[in-house]
């Protein structure tokens, strides 16, 4: 049993062997199996005596097959001397092969490069004649591009894209030319556009001398057409307003010369802005381009309409400021009439619209600056020119009259100021003092420059004294100078005669009333001025008034209105030019008299003023002794010489209206017994005999013999004396001693002492008592005694009836 087995194992080991030397490459299966069996020990050593076995075998073999070896390799050395010759020969072969070889080669390829050249050369000659339209034709385009005709290049571009490229698309320049199309298209588009920024950079800069030009172009129509701006063929074209403007500019005829025949339009180039439409209408972008230039053009409209800072210093600023306005409209209106629809009236209108507004505002406030009455005369000639220039272009410009209008109203006002300073200068020089003549050729100088008339003008004798100072003449051509200023602004405004003279009624008026008035204010308030020159200015002022009519006639004459100017008075109740109620016929009597009331009012004031100052200064020499025993029996030297003056200055007062007369007197009368009650009554005099009582009565009666005299006409019977009554009530009462009468009939109507107050007889007595109290030997006679016992009484009584009259 144990020899089967080892039979077995023996006989699969062997068939392990035999799979291990048929197999070359895969043994995993044999080797597993053995392993498996836990019996590779024996394995190897069967492997072990295989390999023995083998080895044995190939001892054997090489035993046997030695010799033949040995034979073989002597034969193939033999072989390599062959092998080594023949290869000589074959190389030697070889070699002469390849020269012959390579000549032929290259015949060969200089053969084929020529006929590739030949089908190159076909080739290109055919492509070429493809390629070369589309090369030229963007060439083409790229000099177009470079030369600024964008407009061509557009159409070539077109060309190019439709015609010539689909020819050549199997091209990959085609391809690049083709996808290269729309950025050309914006190129053109940008180009056109930077082309049309710098064409709205440089009308901007530009406008201010298209609208030069064209203001000097209207400026020309209107020297060969004056009515265009409603000047009278009988007005000279050298009058023309923008003439007058150029004088102050020494340039503007030498920037003239070469443009002189060129209009405001050729003087720019506008193909920027035709091209530019062009362009984006065939781009399909009209539309953008139209919104786009609008937008810009109103921003532009809107720095134009900024004036210059200090605009209403000088005319410079205002020709800058409107020149610049009329040129952007020009070229809006060139562009309206040839721009293809780019902007129509509507647009125009709108901008017109806008921009009018802010130049009115403008030109108000700047002119409302102005304090130069040449200087506004001059922007008034420059906004007229401005008016009928764009008037001309079609422009609605009534809004721009009714600014004049308005401009006209400042103008006058400050030529009013203007004829302060004159007036000022007149009444600062001016003596007023009546003018003298000396000969007939004097006096008709003075009635050149004033009308005035006297009667027996022929029988007049020399020299003589005219009644007015030469302030009358002085003011006279003054306010004649007054009215030729204003009638200047109303020049060309189209207003109606009627309207012209109303306005230089109107500021005449204001002139004499107001102006003229106020400089006489002042005047009268001087302390240098006397008296005697306050009654010459009231007397001048009387002339003036009555010289009003001719200021009239004078202002009908130089507007024309002839015998249809309601200022002459022609009509029942036409209303005067200078006197301001309604007259009637050429009277001229209510004419002028409301037209310097406040300065005669202000007259009157300073007349009673300064006559009272010179009355107080006679007062103040009044040299009382008031302790006086006897009156002198006539009035104290000081009211002589005070009734000595007051009657050479009431006959001063011949030539003054009766009224200021009357209210000077009334004054002076009124102050004097104010004055004389006053001294009596003074705090400073504690005495006060009987005998300067009688003094000063018949001082009192001095002044009323005065104020009975009528010293000034027209006054009512006992108007002067009825200012001395409280003083004399007052004297007749202490002269008669008549208190009995004074207490019976006090507080009775029509009382004889009705004037006399209880204090003031309490103050005067009081003064008496004491006076008396100065007598050593008064109190010895019985007769002083009973004097005094009276004067207690009475002053008790007095007393009595100041503290019943106080409550009431």
């Known amino acids: 049993m144990e020899n089967q087995q080892q039979d077995s194992r023996a006989q699969h080991y062997e068939l392990f062997l035999q799979e291990i030397e048929s197999i070359d490459e895969y043994w995993g299966p044999t080797f597993r199996a053995i392993y498996d069996g836990d019996e590779h020990q024996k394995f190897m050593e069967q492997l072990d005596s295989r390999i023995k076995s083998h080895d044995k075998d190939i001892e054997r073999m090489c035993n046997f097959h030695y010799q033949g070896f040995i034979d073989s390799i002597r034969e193939l050395l033999q072989v390599r001397s062959q092998a080594k010759k023949l290869n000589n020969e074959v190389v030697q072969l070889d070699e002469d092969l390849r020269q012959s070889a390579a000549n032929l080669i290259s015949k060969g390829e200089e053969l084929v490069r020529a006929r590739k050249v030949e089908s190159n050369i076909a080739a290109a000659i055919e492509n070429l004649s493809l390629c070369l339209p589309v090369l030229t034709t963007y060439a083409k385009l790229q000099r177009q591009m470079k030369e600024k005709r964008y407009y061509p290049a557009l159409k070539t571009l077109e060309q190019l894209e439709h015609l010539y490229l689909p020819r050549v698309a199997n091209y990959r320049f085609s391809h690049q030319m083709r996808e290269n199309i729309p950025k050309l298209r914006e190129n053109i588009k940008e180009a056109s556009m930077s082309d049309l920024k710098d064409f709205l950079e440089n009308i ?49 005829e030498s920037s003239y010369d070469a443009e002189e025949d060129l209009s405001a339009q050729d003087l720019i180039d506008f193909s920027p802005v035709h091209r530019c439409l062009h362009i984006y209408s065939v781009l399909g972008s009209r539309e953008t381009f139209e919104t786009y230039y609008r937008k810009q053009r109103k921003k532009q409209a809107r720095l134009v309409l900024q004036p210059p800072t200090n605009m209403h210093e000088t005319i410079a600023g ?23 629809g780019l902007v129509n009236r509507t647009y125009l209108d709108e901008v017109w619209g806008m921009a009018l507004s802010k130049i009115i505002n403008a030109l108000r406030t700047h002119s409302a600056y102005c304090t130069d009455a040449t200087l506004m005369l001059k922007i008034k000639n420059l906004i007229m020119l401005f008016i009928t220039t764009l008037r001309n272009y ?34 600062d020089e001016e003596d007023f003092l009546p003018i003298q003549v000396a000969n007939r050729e004097e006096y008709d100088k003075v009635l050149e420059t004033f009308p005035f008339s006297e009667e027996g003008t022929e029988t007049l004798s020399f020299p003589r004294r005219l009644p007015f100072s030469s302030m009358v003449p002085k003011v006279y ?9 204003c009638l200047k602004f109303s020049e060309d405004l189209n207003l109606s005669q009627a309207e012209i003279d109303d306005t230089i009624r109107k500021s005449t008026n204001l002139l004499l009333t107001r102006t003229f008035s106020g400089c006489l204010s002042s005047t009268f308030r001087k302390p240098s001025i006397a008296l005697l020159q306050v009654i010459q200015i009231l007397i001048d002022t009387g002339y003036l008034e009555e010289a009003t009519v001719y200021l009239e006639e004078f202002v009908s004459n130089i507007t024309s209105a002839g015998g249809e100017s309601a200022w002459l008075g022609s009509t029942s109740g036409s209303r005067s030019v200078l006197g301001g109620p309604p007259t009637q016929g050429l009277s001229t009597s209510p004419r002028g008299r409301g037209m310097f009331r406040v300065a005669r009012d202000d007259a009157e004031r300073q007349i009673c003023e300064k006559l009272q100052m010179k009355l107080d200064e006679f007062l103040e020499l009044e040299n009382y002794e008031w302790l006086l025993v006897e009156p002198k029996g006539h009035a104290s030297s000081f009211i002589v010489d005070l009734i000595a003056f007051l009657r050479s200055i009431f006959m001063s007062f011949t030539n003054l209206p009766s009224e200021v007369a009357q209210v000077a007197c009334k004054s002076a009368c009124n102050h004097i017994a104010k004055s004389m009650l006053s001294m009596m009554l003074a705090d400073d005099i504690k005495q006060i005999s009987m005998g300067a009582l009688q003094q000063i009565n018949l001082d009192v009666i001095q002044c009323e013999q005065f104020a009975a005299s009528e010293p000034v006409v027209d006054l009512e019977e006992g108007a002067l004396l009825e200012y001395f009554s409280d003083l004399r009530q007052l004297l007749d009462l202490f002269m008669t001693w008549d208190w009995p009468t004074y207490f019976h009939d006090y507080g009775q109507e029509g009382s004889k002492y009705s004037k006399v107050n209880p204090n003031t007889a309490i103050i005067l007595l009081e003064k008496l ?22 004067v207690e009484t009475v002053l008790k009584q007095l007393r009595q009836l100041a503290q019943t009259a106080q409550p009431s």
């Open 394 to 427: 079609g422009y609605s410009v009534s809004q721009l009259f009714d600014l004049l209008h308005e401009i006209r109203d400042h103008y006058n006002e400050v030529l009013m100021q203007r004829w302060v300073q004159v007036f000022r200068e007149i009444l």
């Open 318 to 340: 205002y020709r800058s400021y409107i020149h610049g306005i009329v040129g952007f409209f020009v070229v809006e209106d060139h562009i309206l009439n040839t721009g293809n």
């Open 477 to 485: 051509r003054q306010v004649k100078e007054f009215i030729y200023a």
């Open 204 to 252: 901007r800069k530009f406008s201010p001398k298209i609208g030069e030009v064209a203001m000097r172009h209207t400026c020309e129509q209107i020297g060969s057409e004056a009515s265009i701006v409603g000047r009278k063929k009988r007005r000279l074209p050298t009058q023309n307003s923008f003439h007058n403007i150029a004088e102050n500019d020494s340039n503007v």
């Open 769 to 790: 008592r004491e006076a008396d109290k100065k007598t050593v030997f008064s109190v010895l006679k019985k007769s002083e005694r009973d004097k005094k016992k009276l």
